[in-house]
């Protein structure tokens, strides 16, 4: 199993390996994280209308598409790639496993959503997104990330098929916290490839 772990605004792969890698403790996953560009995804709030982030919003996720495409080559089919991402980096994976039109072994966005508006309509529903693990978690008041955002993103993909779990903690801390490392432990053992 491989896993995208994409970091946040300000922040570097080096970041996310502290957070994520070094306290999952799962040497069975292959782990790679791009960077961005001025350790920035796209300029503005992920809830700003779309055109505000563009281009960088399209190059970013063409960045995902690439290296997900680059480790099907290496031998892990789609199914066995998990998409884990923290803020900005959370808010990317998920639009990015949204747009795609085939099944991710899991998301795992901590403290993020799908990109776009309040309100914004998205008339498609991705049938390939059907019993996938998802994983959406923030806190009660983050400061960067409405709560309402990531309440609505669950909802998609609940619409979609999804197996969604919401993770909601109290406070304000903006971080990724030990509960929905657990979560993401569960889920993470749930979709990997089992032996024949």
Same mark, same amino acid.
Request: aromatic share 8%; hydrophobic share 45%; glycine share 8%.
């Given at each position: 199993?491989?896993?995208i772990l994409v970091h946040g605004r300000g922040q570097s792969p080096a970041l996310m ?22 350790s920035s995804w796209y300029p503005e709030r992920f809830i700003e209308p779309l055109e505000?982030?563009? !281009?960088?919003?399209? %190059?970013? *996720?063409?960045?995902?598409? &690439? /290296?997900?495409?680059?480790?099907? +080559? ?48 998205? !008339?498609?529903?991705? %049938?390939? *997104?059907?019993?996938?693990? &998802? /994983?959406?978690?923030?806190?009660? +008041? ?34 990724i916290r030990d509960t929905e490392l657990t979560f993401a432990q569960a889920a993470l ?8």
């Open positions: 199993m491989a896993a390996k502290q957070m994520v890698v070094e306290r999952c403790g799962r040497p069975d996953i292959a782990w790679f994280a791009p960077a961005a560009a001025d505000r982030n563009e !281009p960088r919003l399209s %190059q970013a *996720l063409e960045r995902l598409e &690439v /290296l997900s495409r680059e480790l099907l +080559a290496l031998g892990f089919p789609y199914a066995s790639q998990v998409l884990i991402g923290f803020s900005q980096g959370a808010c990317l994976c998920t639009e990015f496993v949204w747009r795609q039109d085939r099944r991710y072994g899991a998301l795992l966005a901590f403290t993020g959503g799908l990109i776009g508006p309040p309100g914004m309509p998205r !008339p498609v529903m991705p %049938q390939h *997104l059907r019993d996938m693990p &998802v /994983l959406l978690s923030t806190c009660e +008041a983050d400061p960067h990330v409405p709560l309402d955002s990531v309440q609505d993103s669950a909802r998609w993909f609940r619409a979609a098929g999804a197996d969604v779990r919401l993770v909601v903690e109290p406070g304000c801390d903006h971080a053992t749930l979709c990997a490839p089992q032996a024949d």
